[in-house]
């Protein structure tokens, strides 16, 4: 019987459903469809790694912490007459020795623009090698026979326009070295976005090795034995110190080496699904106070004629359940749109999935039901224990709930101290001393104000609305008027309809605040700090000699300044103890005259004269100070004794970077040790036009297009614009929930002109124009609309000015708030108001005065 009620009561009022279905299918489906695009994405590695690793890989030792960076420069390597070891092993039916690197880039010399892709995933370069599980198989022209030959894959020869007979450079530390293009290979399985060279195998050792060496030996068994039995006698083979992996191994490892980037994006995109799903729960909140308020007779009689509170109770949470199940079977399918357009989005950056390749895991299914219905059953549940509160008298009495004097004292209690404790914590953030705990302060002050503000919604909206609504009276009349009244009418449902847009603004609030204070905090610190011109970036290769020369030999350039990155480097602290740092080797014109970095204690100068410069958070957290004698690591068993000679502040430019001269360097780490210039500045002369010089270096280095070359301005711009991408992404994930709270509008709009029936016959019978009635809901519609924003302005305003203070000694040291963003977010509200009333002031124009009035 309670079921057939509940159906029968659904599908009675499945008109105001609608919207309330719509906001679980839209977070559904943006839960299920990320879902799916990461199952995808996984199977098709999966598929690419299972079908081409080598039954039992034979790599190099596994560099030492200290060794990384020389191992990114010049990989690690196998000697050639390991293969013929490995290949002498019992069951190896083939073992051949492969070069493959990605230090290197592909340039089409006809136009000096980069082949392959600039952004994500590798270029790959190596030898060509006739393997029984080859990636890629020769389609047209043949393998490479001399030195003057390369295979390029079929993928980026397509892009880059480049055939047969193409010439190709490929620049790495070694110089630049001029190719025709002699074969065109295409994928035998997925492509993964990468751009892929093929040399001979003399060739290929000499260009990107430097000697004739592999940077693994593949071996393929010929079925006589089990891989992991192939890699027990392997490792009896060759010796000790290499790595021997499994095809299972080598397929695991690449495997979550993918996963580690996909991971990133997969949980971001569920993190924002998270959040709408929880605004559309003030939807689905405030769709059942409506209803069961409209159906306060309905359920009276229900409870009169025997129906208990739990069957009362248990007939809402029915409907509940047959929304949630509903939507979350719509949004599981729709999910699958959001997957393919996801993949749309990797393949125009280089991925290269394919849409008929989808994957749908039981995790789908499992995720998209569980969001979906237990979102719809919690919101669902507090209309449910109103209803269930109903007595049959005051419903027969009385078309409306009971007031709940009691429980708006404990509304008011409970919120007051969510909120105080969560701007405690927000304080308390802000003013950490170490960012780590100033951040899980930051955490935890977000989640309570955010709840805080709720709860107090409903108390909040009589005195904000009342404000916000006090000029609608003499700006519009009796429309006005009324407005502002029917938004005070119940500020429970107010409070619940503002709060869903509150956190969606309070997040684009919050962002903007963040990357307000990091662009206007480079910038400052750039300014106050930084004397050079120009900024060189080499991309992702190293910065050869010949480039130096070209730049320095530009006119109108006074110096140029090379950096040499130690990120493996430890130094001893004061407990004998050794402590990693990011250590860098830099000339005396460093900090003479190109960079001014905030000293305190000691003097930078000292750098130049054999001396350590160290962060002040490196030096508080080891104890050290102005005048130790520290022991500098520098890898390999390169160590220096040096004494500290500076002690940098928090905030600056470089971190917490510690700093020695590159003669001091020099004197422990042979050249061919030293790690390669990645990095490098110059300086224009006195009286230079430093916009013209700029030109004049970008012409000299047209051909090596892997360069950044800035200056000062363009730097900033460079920040401005990577932070900016990273702020219209988070926009862009937020827009969900922001249109699933405009949604909500909608719906508390449609849902109230449906209760105020015989009120809005009423008003039209007394003189009130259809104009004026449609004006009055538009305003209601903007006054709470405006609500919300201005409760998120709030909200996003304090997260970000935490946000700001627990970063400030990491390069946030500045707070800037953007004055535009959020009188654009206000304006956007009115906007939103607006839009969100079309259709209900539409529909409460055309009632029928006499029907309106006669209406139950």
């Known amino acids: 019987m309670l079921l057939k009620t509940s159906l029968r009561s659904f599908f009675a009022h499945k008109g105001r459903m609608v919207l309330s279905l719509v906001a679980v299918v839209l977070s559904v489906a943006f839960v299920s469809g990320t879902l799916v695009f990461s199952d995808t994405a996984t199977g098709t590695f999966d598929r690419l790694f299972a079908a081409t690793a080598s039954d039992v890989s034979v790599q190099p030792p596994k560099p030492a912490e200290d060794e990384e960076q020389q191992a990114a420069v010049k990989p690690p390597t196998v000697p050639v007459a390991l293969a013929d070891r490995v290949a002498a092993v019992p069951g190896v039916k083939k073992a051949v020795g492969q070069v493959m690197v990605g230090n290197a880039i592909l340039v ?34 043949h393998a490479p026979q001399d030195s003057g030959e390369l295979v390029l894959d079929a993928d980026t020869a397509k892009k880059a326009k480049l055939g047969l007979g193409a010439r190709i450079r490929v620049e790495n530390s070694a110089g630049r070295h001029d190719f025709t293009v002699a074969g065109i290979a295409t994928f035998t399985t997925t492509n993964p976005g990468a751009a892929l060279g093929f040399l001979d195998t003399a060739t290929a050792q000499q260009l990107l090795l430097g000697e004739p060496a592999y940077t693994s030996i593949e071996a393929f068994g010929d079925g006589s034995r089990s891989n992991d039995r192939l890699k027990a006698e392997a490792v009896a083979a060759v010796g000790g110190g290499y790595q021997v ?9 690449n495997t ?7 991971d990133f994006m997969k949980y971001a995109m569920l993190g924002f699904a998270f959040v709408s799903a929880i605004v559309g729960g003030f939807l689905i909140i405030n769709t059942f106070s409506m209803l069961v308020a409209q159906r306060t007779r309905e359920i009276g009689l229900l409870r009169a004629i025997g129906g208990s509170r739990r069957q009362v109770n248990g007939s809402v949470l029915a409907e509940a359940l047959i929304l949630g199940v509903l939507g979350s079977t719509l949004g599981v399918a729709a999910g699958l749109g959001v997957a393919v357009g996801l993949i749309r989005l990797m393949n125009a950056i280089g991925m290269d999935l394919k849409a008929a390749d989808l994957r749908i895991g039981p995790d789908v299914f499992v995720a998209g039901y569980a969001l979906g219905i237990v979102v719809t059953l919690v919101a669902a549940w507090f209309p449910a224990r109103r209803a269930s509160r109903i007595s049959p008298m005051a419903a027969l009495r009385d078309h409306g709930t009971p007031a709940e004097g009691r429980a708006n004292l404990v509304r008011t209690a409970v919120g007051v101290l969510l909120t105080a404790a969560g701007g405690a914590l927000l304080v308390l953030g ?38 916000l609504g006090a000029v609608l009276p003499a700006a519009f009349g009796p429309s006005g008027k009324l407005a502002q009244r029917n938004a005070m009418r119940n500020p429970r449902r107010t409070g619940a ?25 480079a910038g400052s610190q750039i300014d106050r700090s930084v004397g050079v011109d120009y900024i060189v970036d080499g991309g992702r290769t190293d910065v050869t000699p010949e480039v130096l020369d070209i730049v320095r030999r530009t006119p109108g ?18 407990d004998g103890q050794a402590a990693k740092t990011r250590l860098v080797a830099v000339p005396p014109a460093f900090f003479g005259t190109d960079f001014r970095p905030t000293v305190d204690s000691g003097a930078v100068d000292s750098v130049g004269h054999g001396s350590l410069a160290i962060g002040a958070a490196f030096a508080k957290d080891h104890g050290l100070k102005t005048g130790d004698r520290v022991t500098v690591d520098y890898g390999r068993g390169r160590t220096q004794v040096l004494p500290v000679g500076a002690v940098l502040a928090k905030g600056g430019l470089f971190g917490d970077a510690s700093f020695v001269g590159m003669d001091t360097m020099a004197a422990a780490v042979p050249a061919a040790e030293q790690p390669p210039v990645w990095t490098f500045f110059a300086k224009a002369s006195s009286g230079t036009d430093v916009a013209k010089t700029l030109s004049a270096l970008q012409d000299g280095l047209k051909e090596y297009p892997q360069l950044t070359i800035k200056d000062q301005a363009g730097y900033k711009e460079l920040v401005r614009s990577q932070i900016d991408t990273l702020l219209y992404l988070i926009y862009g994930l937020v827009a969900l929930s922001i249109t699933v709270a405009v949604l909500g509008v909608v719906n508390t709009l449609a849902l109230s002109v449906v209760e105020r029936t015989r009120e809005i016959g009423l008003l039209r019978a007394i003189g009130l124009s259809r104009r ?15 609500f919300g924003a201005v409760l998120g302005t709030g909200l996003g305003l304090a997260w970000g000015v935490t946000a700001q203070g627990v970063l400030r000694d990491q390069g946030l040291g500045t707070l800037s708030v953007p004055t535009t963003t959020i009188a654009v977010t206000l304006v956007s509200s009115v906007v939103i108001g607006l839009v969100a009333a079309l259709v209900p002031a539409f529909r409460a124009g055309r009632m029928n005065v006499l ?5 139950d």
């Open 256 to 262: 979550k080496q993918i996963g580690s980037g996909l």
């Open 557 to 574: 350039i006074d110096h140029v300044t090379v950096q040499r990155g130690f990120p493996g480097a430890k130094v001893g602290t004061a």
């Open 851 to 855: 029907g309106a009035i006669a209406t």
């Open 497 to 521: 309809t503002a709060a869903a847009l509150m956190i969606g603004l309070a997040l684009v609030i919050a962002s903007a605040v963040f990357s307000s204070s990091a662009v206007t905090s």
């Open 108 to 141: 089409d010399p006809a136009t000096n623009k980069l082949v392959g892709p600039t952004s994500g995933a590798p270029t790959l370069l190596g030898n060509w090698t006739d393997t029984p599980r080859s990636p890629v198989a020769i389609t047209s022209g």
């Open 430 to 467: 802000a003013r950490s001393q170490k960012a780590a705990t100033g951040g899980e302060y930051l955490g935890l002050g977000v989640v309570l104000t955010l709840v805080g503000f709720v709860v107090l919604g409903p108390l909040l909206a009589s005195a904000v609305v009342r404000v």
């Open 772 to 786: 004026q009635l449609r004006r009055m809901v538009r305003l209601e519609s903007v006054v709470i609309a405006v």
């Open 245 to 253: 992996k499994t095809a299972a191994e080598q397929k695991a490892e």
